[in-house]
């Protein structure tokens, strides 16, 4: 059966509600299901409770929307075996959810002003029963095509509108910088909450330079299969797991319709010892 360690759910910026998600599983063949929903633990009990009477060995999980303040960029830290609610996940996550809801409620109020016809009430409907509207485009564009301006979330409307203004260019009218937490902190963080702390998709963010500062606060792996890394990013992370002993994990990193491409649940499942490795991994940490 397949291994789906990376995958979204509506609590953050994911289509689909657990429940959806737990019967999609069940259609591909899922033994091993982690959720990772960013910056939030929430639902993550039921979602057990629900996949074991379902026959699927449920992984509690987090990505937390981390960044390197040395380099200036995104880094995502995956948490695997995390305890739910736990202090030290929200102390250090729940200013996060807050500072990015309302930087998209002011990306919306941007768009209105320049005259596109939508609402802030029909953008938080795409994010009720979650933490609140995520990355300044996923539920804004949701209401941008249900209005007529595209027929897409990722496309060319998407592009002018939320461009972060990279190699010269001003960013788009609705980008909305968001204060992310520090990546070493994120580590830090998930190891108090019990978990495992892993590094998400090093290639989509060319973060590998970072690795030896993570390794030093506690990184216990990488993740070497995603949909958005190329054969070389795989090569790389495979090079540095070796070096650190890291765990290589994988996943499809998947969100449904707020998907970037077409993805399938369990498309990345990565190499069946995996959990094993990390619940081994997870043992040595709380011993210490």
Known sequence: MKIELHCHTRMSDGSLHFTELLELAVQEQIGHLAVTNHDTTQGLAEMDEMCRERGIEF?????????????????????????????????????????????????TKRLIEAGYNIRWEDVLSYAEGGTGVYKQHIHIMHALIDQ???????????????SRGQRGERPG??????????????VRTI?????????????????????????EVGLQGIEVLHPLQREED?????????????????????????????????????????????KERKQLLLWG
């Not at 301006?149 to 592009?159: F, S």
């Not at 996943?251 to 959990?275: M, N, W």
């Open 59 to 107: 992984i509690p999980g987090i990505e937390i929307s981390g960044y390197d303040t040395q380099r200036q960029r995104r880094i995502h830290i995956l948490g695997y075996f995390i305890e739910e609610d736990h202090e030290a996940i929200n102390a250090l996550c729940s200013p996060l959810l807050l500072r990015r809801h309302e930087g998209c409620c002011l990306a």
């Open 148 to 162: 007529g301006y595209t027929d897409r979330i990722y496309g060319d409307l998407y592009k002018k509108l939320f």
């Open 173 to 186: 009218i609705a980008y909305i910088p968001t204060e992310y937490v520090d990546a070493k902190d994120a």
């Open 191 to 215: 190891i108090l909450a019990g978990g495992v702390p892993v590094l998400a998709h090093p290639g989509q963010y060319q973060s590998f330079e970072a690795v030896d500062e993570l390794v």
């Open 234 to 278: 795989e090569l790389r992370a495979r090079e540095l797991a070796l070096k650190y002993n890291l765990i290589m994990t994988g996943g499809s990193d998947f969100h449904g319709f707020y998907g970037e491409s077409p993805i399938t649940l369990g498309s990345k499942s990565p190499d069946a010892a995996v959990v094993g490795a990390l």
